[in-house]
Structure formats: structure tokens, C-alpha cells
């Protein structure tokens, strides 16, 4: 089933296409990656999807309704959960009240102040910052931010997660554990877009991949076809193109 | 014997505002001594114009004027960091409000009239210019108090053909049990905003706007309305201290005194505890009313000074600075039981 769908979706900056004209869907319970090179548009799209901004022209539909031109904080309750590039965490917050956050406003159904600290928790564990709960979030290491954008965001309990870069600037070990906590959210049953540069992981935990360029879709289709795909490798991959195999 | 009282009222008045940050707290010491010695100290501020005569009250309501401005003004700007001017506005408002209908309700009904009429103007004015950040909100809303005063003032001198007008005047001790509930029930505001939800959201606005409003904050809504509480606090006190000043004029209620001063109080005691601005207030207020008749033209200059020092010498405000302090000194005490973890 198709959760979100966007339809000649669009954005000018100026006289400047950043995203030109794109039609892309995601499936229910897919891991979707969004790769290209520098300015290809990509955070730009999810700043489309998440009501940052407001495609023009373009339709975004979310389970066939359409969810263009509705608040940030709506499409958040809706079941849309971001992180983002640059982190974007409440730094002189501890850890833990970042996450509680998401969790008593995140949801359009109430939540009590007691289930929200047992979500809150139970998100640190799962991401792995319990240890670090109560210490401000500006004090955590970069690959600890990023993976408390991935904890708040879930606790805003999305449907579909949209992860901007989480793997960016981490060592090949964190690269790994990162990757093997994409994997788990999938196994929770949320469907996730995710941005990144890292091939080896987008590679290894995509099922499908849209390559942007110039703010246009050029590639769309399985890690394999995409990592075959002349126009891409020319476009981005290069000499990276067999960096998945 | 009148240095006592200013004593015993003004560590009441601090008390009071740390007894509230006490019950926010997860641990909780010393259970009977906290709550008992808040009664206490209620009841001493309650009884005060009793056994305080002359002065002392009048001096007291003052001091307890600013307290109220300062944190109804960080009820809002605190967490957010918007840095609103617009305090004098909301203030004039009720001073204008009891000017107005002052002679035909009685009190309680005109100073809580004056906080609505104040919370009304700030859920209009945050509508439109909440959306600016910085610099610009801060001009904007000291914009605000020039515009209202002089709308009014034109008002008055076109449709009255007088600049100002008589207020009906109270007697020193009714004004100081009006801002006596004022200022308790301004403390349980406080404090419920402050440990409810919506005091985490505003936290989180002041934090990262944009990550605020995905993670499902509607950040234009409580912004909006929590600065209308701050401004029903500011509206209220105007239309009590009106009462107090016989005869008010659009420059004398918009004084952009009343924005700066509250905003100076707040960040000289530290604005991260609810007792922060208290102490601030406490005082900047008794300072200003000593060194006014004593150094009228230094007063202000002594004022800038202890702000810069402040702004750049204790971040936190003196509470911050304090507790500072303490930290340092129980860590220093405990170090063999740091060397074991």
C-alpha cells in the first residue's frame, strides 16, 4: 500500500529549481533511499514532505489524503516523524526531556505525563542513550546527537520517518551501529526515507532507491539496478559504484 | 526596627518563590520544614501593614509591583529567550482600564478588567509579530507602548479635550492585599506553567523553533497564549498601582521604564528559577527607591553598572551564581566519594 505519495512535486528558490517536478511514492514498511550529490535537492524534499515548506506546484499525499499546505505540528501528528541534516536537537536540555518532548506532543491521541516518561525511557534504551539521560544534549558526541534526533522523533510514534543524514560524519564502527538501528526501526514497523551519502549503508539496508540531481529524478529502482545505472554513476556514484557489492 | 520588616518581608517574598521551585523538585527534603515555614512566611507577608506602619507598606506594594512585572515577563521571555519590551503596554493597559472604570466597579473587578483588556492586546499583537524573532520582536513591541500611548493621548485631547485624567484612589493597605493575592496567585501560575507540558514546549521553542514545531508542538499557539498570561499579569498590576497615583497621563502609565526594569531584574537574579526574578526584583526595587531620593541623577548609571557586571560576570543571574557556589562547595566537601565512581 502506498503510504505517501507526491505528485510533480516542486520548489523554487528564487529562479532556481530545487526540487524540479518529482513524482515519488514509498510503500508501506520500505526502507526508501534518497542519495545524489550536494544540492541536489534532497533536504529540500524533505522539507516538502514535512511541511517545512510548501511545494509549488505539486501534491503530496499521505494514505491518499492531501496532507499540502498543513502545519509542521499537524503533519507530526499525522504519523511523520523527522530528524535533521545539521542536528537540530534542544542542546541546553538533558537528553531525556528531548525525547519526553516528542512523546506528550508528538500524538494526536492524549498521553498521559506517566506513559509519556515510560515511552521516554524505553526510546533511550532502544537507541542506547540511557546511561546518558540526564546530562544536556549539547554535551552528547556527535554520533549520540544524531542518535537522539532518530529517539525523539520516534517518540513522536511516525508511521513513516524521514532520516536526514543520521550517518554522516561517523566512524565506520558508529556507521554500523547506525545501520543496524535503521534496521530495527524498520523491524518496528515504520516505513522510513532516508537520506544518505554513505553507500555501503544505503546500499545494504534500502530496498528502493530515488536518485535526485539538479533537483530532477533521474534513477529510481533496487539498490542493484541503481548501482548499475550508467547515468548515476556518471551523475554521483563514479568510482564508488562498487562499493555495495 | 523598620530595617527588620523590610528583612522579614523581603526573605518571605524570596522564600515564597523558592518554596515553589522546592515542590517542582523530584527530591524533596526536609518534608515539614518547607510547607511549614511557607505558612509562616504568607502569613507574616499577609499581616504585614498590621505591625509595619507608615512607609513600610507603601515601600513593600512597590517592591512587590516589580516582583510581579519580573515574572510575569519571564513567564514568557524566560524559556523562549523573545525578548519582550511590551510589559509597559500590557501595564498601561490596566492603568488606562482602571482610569476608565475605575469609579463605577468595584476593584477587583477593574484590576482583573485590566488583565483581560492586556491578555486581549497580546493575543492580537502575538497573532501578528510572534512570528518575528530577535531584534525585531524586541523593537516591535517597544513599538507597541509608543503606539498605545500616543493613540491614546491623541484620544484624549481630541474626544476629552484634557491630557489626563483622575483615578479613583485606594487606601495603602487595600492596594497591598490586592497585590499580596496578586503575587500568590502569580507564583501557582508560574509554577503550573512551569511543570506542565506546555512549560517543556516553551522551553523547547526557546531551544530550536523549527524542531519544536516537528515534533508536534503548535508553537504559534503557545507562544501566543502564554504571552497573553504574561500580559494579564502586567495588565492587572497596572490597574492596581493606578489606583495609588490619583492622576495618570498616557506618558506617566506607558513609562517604557516598566518594560526595561523587569527585564533588568530578571536577568540580574537568573531567570532558570522561579525565585531568580524575585530576588532580582527585590533588589533592583529597594535600590531604586533608596538611591532615587538620595542620588536622583546617579541612579540609572548604578543601575547600568550592576547590569553589565551581571550580564557579563554571572550568565545565570545571582541565583545561577549561587548555586554556582554551592555545587562547588559540596563537590569539594564529597571528593573521596567522586575518586570511588
Known amino acids: 500500500m502506498r503510504i505517501l505519495e507526491g505528485k510533480g512535486v516542486t520548489k523554487y528558490f528564487g529562479g532556481l529549481a530545487a526540487v524540479d517536478n518529482v513524482d515519488f511514492y514509498v510503500d508501506e514498511g520500505e526502507v526508501l533511499g534518497l542519495i545524489g550529490p550536494n544540492g541536489a535537492g534532497k533536504t529540500t524534499l524533505f522539507n516538502l514532505i514535512s511541511a517545512s515548506l510548501v511545494p509549488k506546484p505539486g501534491t503530496i499525499e499521505y494514505k491518499g489524503r492531501n496532507i499540502t499546505g498543513l502545519k509542521p505540528y499537524k503533519i507530526c501528528r499525522m504519523g511523520i516523524g523527522r530528524t535533521f541534516q545539521t542536528v537540530h536537537i534542544f542542546a541546553d536540555l538533558p537528553v531525556y526531556d528531548n525525547v519526553r518532548v516528542g512523546a506528550l506532543f508528538g500524538t494526536s491521541t492524549k498521553i498521559s505525563a506517566a506513559e509519556a516518561e515510560k515511552e521516554t525511557e524505553e526510546l533511550l534504551e532502544f537507541v542506547g542513550l540511557a546511561n546518558v539521560a540526564q546530562i544536556p544534549a549539547r554535551d552528547l ?23 536526514d543524514e543520521i550517518m554522516s560524519g561517523l566512524t565506520n564502527t558508529e556507521v554500523a551501529q547506525a545501520m543496524e538501528l535503521v534496521r530495527k526501526i524498520r523491524d518496528r514497523g515504520v516505513t522510513i526515507i532516508m537520506i544518505e551519502h554513505v553507500m555501503k549503508a544505503i546500499m545494504n539496508v534500502c530496498d ?24 548515476v554513476i556518471e551523475v554521483y556514484l563514479g568510482e564508488q559504484a562498487n562499493v555495495g557489492s | 526596627m523598620q530595617y527588620l520588616f523590610y528583612a522579614i518581608g523581603f526573605l518571605c517574598l524570596i522564600y515564597a518563590g523558592w518554596f515553589m521551585e522546592w515542590l517542582l523538585g523530584k527530591e524533596r527534603k526536609g518534608k515539614w520544614f518547607v510547607p511549614g515555614v511557607l505558612v509562616v512566611a504568607l502569613a507574616m507577608l499577609a499581616t504585614f501593614p498590621l505591625y509595619a506602619k507608615g512607609y513600610t507598606p507603601i515601600l513593600m506594594s512597590t517592591i512587590i509591583m516589580y516582583v510581579i512585572l519580573s515574572i510575569s515577563w519571564t513567564i514568557f521571555s524566560g524559556p523562549t529567550g523573545y525578548m519582550s519590551l511590551a510589559t509597559a503596554a500590557f501595564f498601561g493597559v490596566g492603568v488606562y482600564t482602571a482610569a476608565f472604570i475605575g469609579k463605577s466597579v468595584p476593584l477587583p473587578v477593574f484590576i482583573i478588567a485590566g488583565g483581560v483588556i492586556s491578555s486581549i492586546v497580546a493575543l492580537l499583537v502575538g497573532a501578528l509579530t510572534l512570528r518575528l524573532r530577535g531584534i525585531y520582536f524586541a ?88 504571552f497573553a498570561v504574561s500580559a494579564f499579569f502586567a495588565g492587572t498590576m497596572g490597574a492596581t498601582i493606578a489606583t495609588r497615583w490619583t492622576y495618570v497621563d498616557p506618558i ?36 531604586q527607591e533608596t538611591l532615587i531620593t538620595r542620588f536622583s541623577e546617579l541612579y540609572m548609571l548604578i543601575f547600568g553598572v550592576v547590569l553589565v557586571a551581571a550580564i557579563l560576570y554571572m550568565p545565570d543571574g545571582l541565583v545561577g551564581l549561587i548555586l554556582k557556589l554551592i555545587n562547588k562547595w559540596r563537590k569539594g566537601g564529597s571528593k573521596a566519594q567522586h575518586a570511588d565512581t
Open chain 1, 141 to 163: 558526541t556527535l554520533s549520540n546527537q544524531k542518535r537522539l534526533e532518530v529517539a525523539r522523533a520516534l517518540a513522536t510514534r511516525p508511521v513513516l520517518l524521514l532520516l
Open chain 1, 208 to 231: 528502493r532507491i530515488v536518485v535526485l540531481h539538479h533537483g530532477q529524478k533521474i534513477a529510481e529502482g533496487s539498490p542493484k539496478e541503481i548501482a548499475k545505472s550508467p547515468k
Open chain 2, 252 to 287: 506617566i502609565a506607558f513609562n517604557p521604564l516598566f518594560s526595561f526594569l523587569p527585564v533588568l531584574m530578571a536577568i540580574f537574579g537568573g531567570m532558570r528559577k522561579l525565585y531568580g526574578p524575585i530576588i532580582g526584583a527585590v533588589i533592583f526595587a529597594y535600590l
Open chain 2, 139 to 226: 523593537m516591535f513591541t517597544f513599538g507597541l507602548i509608543l503606539l498605545i500611548s500616543n493613540l491614546l493621548l491623541f484620544y484624549e485631547l481630541h474626544v476629552f479635550g484634557t491630557r489626563g485624567r483622575f483615578v479613583v484612589v485606594m487606601d495603602y493597605n487595600t492596594i497591598y492585599y490586592a497585590m499580596f493575592v496578586l503575587f500568590v496567585v502569580l507564583l501557582a501560575v508560574a509554577y503550573l506553567i512551569k511543570s506542565s507540558k506546555y512549560g517543556l514546549a516553551l522551553q523547547s521553542i526557546g531551544q530550536y523553533e523549527e524542531a519544536a514545531a516537528h515534533m508536534g508542538i503548535n508553537v504559534t499557539m503557545v507562544k501566543v497564549a502564554i
